[in-house]
């Protein structure tokens, strides 16, 4: 674990701009994907209104194109983080990065990509069900408490989650297989290296955490992020 954040700490120290351009694309792309497809909708709501649609065909459009727009928004975020992950590889690897890279794999796979997280969010989906079942019909009139306990037992759960996926991206970049092989790799490589993997994960969900905080994420996200997120793929390389 610590010769994995130390390689990343290295590297990040050898080439800082090979690692924070793809850190700062990811949101930047995000950004600029979401102001595209809102676009979208401002102008299928004008034409529906020019054309004089009613009020309800307008609503049952408009909707029905959101879901399409979440539906391929999602897929991209998918791409987009995974070329990420691909560009962090590439600057361990001594290799060019840029945006025409990050944007031809981010297109490349963004559809392999957004079927691991599919299945990662499929998920947590299911697990969420009983509790918040659980809550709606049974604990919510009983004590206030139950919030915060159910809160703290769903944030256990997602942890466990998001450290079960957590090398999947990385085994599908790295190892350049199909998703499904990419989730076997990686569920194999936290069995067999399952502490290590843990405390690795656990330096890295550290630094994700900081970049909530305002202002200081100013910091840590173009720079302990890609620190923390390449200490997960050296560490996956090094096994």
Do not use: Q
């Not at 942890?159 to 297989?177: C, G, I, L, N, P």
């Amino acid at each position: 674990m610590l010769n994995s954040v130390g390689g990343a700490l290295e590297n990040f120290s050898r080439d800082p701009v090979a690692f924070m351009v793809p850190t700062l694309l990811y949101p930047i792309l995000m950004l600029i994907t979401l102001g595209a497809f809102i676009a979208v909708l401002l102008i299928a709501f004008l034409l529906l209104t020019l054309l004089g649609a009613g009020g309800d065909i307008i609503m049952y459009g408009l909707g029905a194109l959101v879901a399409v727009l979440l539906i391929i928004y999602s897929v991209l975020a998918a791409g987009y983080k995974g070329a990420m992950v691909s560009e962090y590889n590439n600057a361990t690897e001594g290799r060019e990065v840029g945006l025409s890279h990050y944007l031809n794999y981010a297109m490349a796979n963004c559809g392999a990509l957004f079927l691991i997280s599919l299945v990662k969010m499929l998920l947590i989906i299911f697990i969420a069900m009983p509790f918040l079942m659980l809550y709606y019909f049974i604990l919510s009139g009983l004590w206030e408490g139950w919030t915060y306990i159910l809160g703290a037992v769903w944030l256990m759960l997602l942890f466990a989650v998001e450290f079960m996926f957590s090398f999947s991206f990385t085994a599908y970049v790295v190892r350049k297989v199909s998703p499904i092989t990419a989730l076997i790799i990686a569920f194999n490589f936290i069995k067999e290296r399952n502490v290590k993997a843990l405390i690795t994960y656990a330096f890295y969900a550290l630094v994700a955490v900081t970049t909530l905080l305002p202002i200081i994420n100013f910091i840590t996200y173009p720079v302990f992020y890609p620190i923390g997120y390449t200490s997960l793929i050296l560490f996956f390389k090094s096994s």
